[in-house]
């Protein structure tokens, strides 16, 4: 363990912006992280998982902390249900395709979202149909008041639409070490009904998918959506899809005809962000080295060399568009540092 000085953060966060963290160390063992936060010497700490949820708008003078803890073990099996218990370290595409080689189902439409495990329970990741919380057990987190492992049921977690008490009133105080989870073995209960996963299984001509059909489809759908970080730096969805009482949507429809939703209760309607942005013509539009992805509008970019406080920028004048225009706040759903 060797804390170094002035390191790049370009390397380690998807939007590929390059901002400076004065101190960073990475940390491979819970006795290693223990150590790192006892120092005194560093009373500014920020912790860094996969780097797939933030935008960097300025250099960091805090000691940055990679979570870089390994490894996934079935913790216990029966002929239908195994418990699997995967480290914060872990890339989160990388354990569902882990996941899928064991025959083990229930993260499928998860498939290809950036970062890793240990983030994913703090904004309760979702796609397809499909949240963390659908599987999730339990996880441990490291406390930074007393430097001790905790653990947390779904229940103590107070999961929401991407969201979760690590988001809220526990935000800023532990360090997610590990995350449990409850996948099945057989049968698998598929969910192929949500956004274009049918058709496109029907196009692969696959009748009686396997888990691993949904998955592919998944990210079939999602690459030709999406940008690959590694080629266009940019943090998935950089916006939550608002939910709006039943009223704005009945006014709204009458206007906007063709404006997609779905419902979530009685009284609540979700919209799609994405339709919002794209309507407001925001949609492919760019502003020198950085815009918005001209096949998802939900989806910000750095096209090379973008500073994050111009994104950032564009982003708040997005959110007035959509106020002006539809009067539907939305939020980001990254983590603006």
Request: with cysteine; net charge positive; aromatic share 8%.
């Amino acid at each position: 363990m060797h804390i170094k000085q002035n390191i790049s953060l370009k390397p380690y966060n998807t939007f590929g912006i390059d901002v400076l963290a004065k101190h960073f160390v990475s940390v491979s063992s819970i006795g290693e992280l223990k150590n790192i936060l006892t120092l005194k010497a560093y009373p500014d700490k920020l912790i860094l998982g996969g780097g797939s949820n933030m935008l960097l708008t300025k250099n960091q003078d805090a000691l940055v902390i990679h979570i870089n803890l390994k490894g996934v073990t079935i913790v216990s099996e029966d002929d239908h249900f195994a418990i699997v218990k995967a480290n914060a370290g872990e890339n989160w595409h990388e354990f569902v395709l882990w996941c899928l080689k064991h025959n083990l189902g229930g993260l499928e439409n998860l498939s290809l979202i950036p970062g890793n495990v240990g983030t994913a329970p703090i904004q309760n990741i979702g796609a397809y149909g499909v949240e963390l919380k659908d599987t999730f057990v339990s996880c441990e987190a490291l406390s930074l008041k007393t430097n001790k492992i905790e653990s947390f049921s779904k229940s103590d977690c107070d999961f929401g639409y991407r969201n979760s008490t690590f988001k809220q009133d526990k935000k800023g105080k532990y360090i997610i070490t590990n995350v449990t989870f409850k996948l099945s073995k057989k049968p698998h209960k598929l969910n192929i009904n949500y956004g274009s996963i049918s058709s496109h299984l029907e196009q692969m001509q696959i009748n009686n998918p396997t888990i691993k059909d949904v998955s592919r489809a998944v990210i079939a759908i999602r690459e030709s959506k999406l940008p690959n970080p590694k080629e266009i730096g940019n943090s998935g969805s950089f916006f939550k899809n608002p939910i709006i009482s039943k009223s704005h949507y009945n006014t709204l429809i009458e206007k906007f005809s063709d404006m997609p939703s779905y419902t979530v209760s009685d009284n609540e309607i979700k919209i799609p962000a994405g339709w919002l942005i794209e309507k407001a013509g925001f949609k492919g539009k760019r502003f020198g080295n950085y815009g918005v992805h001209k096949n998802q509008a939900l989806v910000l970019v750095n096209y090379g060399g973008a500073k994050g406080i111009d994104i950032l920028n564009l982003s708040k004048l997005i959110q007035k568009t959509i106020k002006r225009l539809f009067d539907i706040s939305i939020e980001a759903e990254v983590n603006i540092l």
